[in-house]
């Protein structure tokens, strides 16, 4: 399972590895600590055109009152162009999108290759992923 290549070695590089996903992973840290994150995760990126697209679902612990037990969900998306005269440039964007209780959105995770017509389901990792610690 790869999610593209790196341009310096010409070797693939794992999925949740690269350029657009170390944005993206920076971008998903300026709106949620990295020790907070339960859990990421990650689809597999599309390629066309020049472009990547990568999306992964982020997870993190509701602090008490209401969302007691549930789990607040962001979604992280990044456009990344790896061809041509505007290589390197790209988009991310972060977005704070429901909140869950864990069963509710592992299900709707495992659900989601079915809905998509995805050949594979997203892979869940934990923050050191990403992140160190």
């Keep these: 399972m790869g999610a593209g290549s790196n341009a310096r070695f010409g070797q ?8 657009g996903w170390q944005q993206l992973a920076a971008a998903v840290a300026a709106h949620v600590p990295p020790a907070e994150i339960e ?16 999306t992964a679902v982020v997870t993190r612990s509701a602090a008490g009152g209401e969302g007691a037990g549930r789990l607040r969900v962001y979604t992280a998306r990044y456009m990344l162009v790896v061809r041509g005269k505007e290589r390197g440039r790209s ?3 972060v977005q704070e999108v429901a909140l869950s209780p864990a069963e509710v959105l592992a299900q709707v ?8 017509g995805d050949p594979e389901p997203p ?3 934990d923050r050191s992923a990403w992140y160190d610690g």
Excluded: H, Q, S
């Design 12 to 19: 693939p590089v794992g999925l949740g590895r690269g350029p």
């Design 39 to 54: 859990t990421i995760y990650l689809f597999r990126p599309l390629k066309r055109e020049g472009r990547e697209w990568g």
């Design 91 to 93: 988009k991310v964007e």
């Design 109 to 116: 995770m495992r659900a989601t290759a079915d809905r998509t």
């Design 123 to 125: 892979v869940a990792l």
